[in-house]
């Protein structure tokens, strides 16, 4: 069993930045398929960013540029910096993992870009 806690949404303005982070309760050592998801109300839950395989990075087209995964395999956490936060952001984001064939979710922490 792998627990994922999100923490670091909130509301913020327009333009502003946020930087989420989930902690595992494993090793994230080699975890090339972690995370970050997200999910606007009455939407589908969609990619934002996420580890591939060899240790590159993919990113959703709408946070290119605005958005970087990051992680500490010490720590066992991995980073969501946000920038220049849009309305259309706004959404419950969640950390996400597999470890041995199964597919972990955190519970979610809400991110509100408004004015």
């Known amino acids: 069993q792998v627990q994922l806690v999100e923490s670091g949404g909130g509301l913020v303005q327009p333009g502003g930045s946020l930087r989420l982070s989930c902690a595992a309760s494993r090793s994230i050592f080699n975890r090339n398929a972690m995370g970050w998801y997200r999910q606007a109300p009455g939407k589908q839950r969609e990619l934002v960013a996420t580890?591939?395989?060899?240790?590159?990075?993919n990113y959703a087209d709408s946070v290119k540029g605005r958005f970087t995964i990051s992680k500490d395999i010490v720590e066992n956490l991995v980073y969501l910096q946000m920038n220049s936060l849009k309305p259309e952001d706004t959404a419950v984001y969640y950390c996400?993992?597999?470890?041995?064939?199964?597919?972990?979710w955190g519970h979610g922490t809400q991110v509100t870009v408004s004015s």
């Open positions: 996400s993992g597999n470890w041995f064939g199964i597919n972990y």
């Open positions: 580890f591939t395989t060899g240790g590159s990075t």
